[in-house]
């Protein structure tokens, strides 16, 4: 039994364990039952009112990155990619529309009929954000959208999964106004009273448009991998400049509206935002490709689910069930590397 559980663990740990956990985990909250990923994401990045032209620049470098990155290197097609700016003029041919609140409430509404069940849906605020008592808004041109806003456009998405990115100042509240079942919500900041102008937008730009954030190596980047990434260098960036830490991002993907600050797939937040990935098909044109890679993405959450449902489940059942998925998901992950292109 003990050889069993060691080796389970080494899979495990290989596969699956995208970030390792710091410490015991505390009981699971209660999680609406899991989609199968259809390989299929979509993407909208926002970048809200800029102030000042610097701001204005970094906010369009970074939301750049990340679109050019889900058409070029994850391959979305254009019609699932799409960039509102404060200033359509800055790239006509990119910039979908301003980012004014009817375009942004429009564009969302219009993805509706679009999408299907188990699609993964990503929206990506860039910007500053505001703090008035209880509500928290994403500042653009004209009147400003709040997290209730937001919560309203995404309640359609019930059969997705959605990752919602708030990267911009004082963007807390968004988490708890916005967690649900199948939702991983990420915000820059830990507290509406963080309102200091924000780096997480750059670094989670990083970790889509390089390799570096992709720890499996499996060609796509998973919320949880960007956004370990990105907090990880936004913290580095102050260190290095020897400044205070004005920003603490939080990630929630268990629905309670509560983010934790190190999610991984042995907490309770983490194991959804792990199945969350943003491309990861394989520079190869053969046609199992897609397949293949939606059968790793369902097989990454039966393992989540059944990590979950241990301590409610017979010690020799979870074993035999875990190693069954392992393995599957181990030949899976193998067949997928054997297609890559190699440089």
């Not at 559980?5 to 015991?24: E, M």
């Not at 849906?121 to 041109?141: D, Q, T």
């Not at 190869?284 to 993405?297: E, F, G, H, I, M």
Request: hydrophobic share 45%; net charge neutral; proline share 6%.
């Amino acid at each position: 039994m003990t050889r069993r559980l060691t080796v389970l663990a080494c899979l495990l740990g290989l596969i699956v364990g995208r970030v390792s956990a710091q410490g015991s985990s505390p009981p699971p909250a209660p999680r609406a039952p899991t989609l199968e990923p259809t390989g299929r994401s979509l993407l909208v990045v926002i970048v809200g009112a800029a102030g000042e032209p610097q701001y204005a620049d970094a906010f369009h470098t970074a939301a750049l990155a990340m679109v050019d990155a889900a058409r070029a290197r994850f391959r979305l097609a254009d019609s699932d990619v799409v960039y509102l700016g404060e200033d359509p003029a800055k790239a006509p041919t990119r910039i979908a529309a301003a980012s004014t609140k009817e375009n942004v409430e429009r564009t969302i509404t219009s993805l509706v009929p679009r999408v299907r069940p188990g699609d993964q849906l990503w929206v990506v605020l860039i910007g500053h954000g505001s703090s008035e008592g209880a509500v928290s808004r994403f500042n653009v041109p004209g009147p400003d959208l709040s997290a209730a806003d937001f919560a309203r456009l995404l309640a359609p998405f019930a059969r997705q999964q959605v990752a919602f990115v708030d990267a911009t100042s004082a963007s807390a509240d968004f988490v708890k106004t916005l967690a649900g079942p199948n939702r991983a919500v990420v915000a820059a900041t830990k507290s509406p009273s963080e309102r200091n102008v924000t780096r997480f937008a750059r670094y989670f730009a990083d970790a889509l448009a390089t390799p570096n954030a992709d720890l499996d190596k499996d060609g796509g980047v998973s919320l949880l991998e960007a956004f370990t990434y990105a907090r990880r260098e936004v913290v580095r960036s102050y260190e290095t400049e020897n400044r205070m830490l004005t920003e603490h991002a939080q990630l929630d993907d268990d629905g309670d509206g509560v983010g934790a600050d190190a999610p991984s797939v042995d907490a309770n937040d983490g194991r959804l935002a792990a199945t969350i990935v943003l491309g990861g098909v394989p520079a190869t044109s053969d046609p199992r490709a897609s397949a293949l890679v939606a059968r790793r993405r369902a097989l990454e959450q039966q393992v989540a689910d059944l990590r979950r449902r241990r301590e409610s489940m017979d010690s020799t059942v979870y074993l035999q069930q875990l190693e069954t998925v392992l393995v599957d998901l181990s030949r899976t992950a193998h067949t997928i590397r054997a297609m890559e292109v190699k440089p």
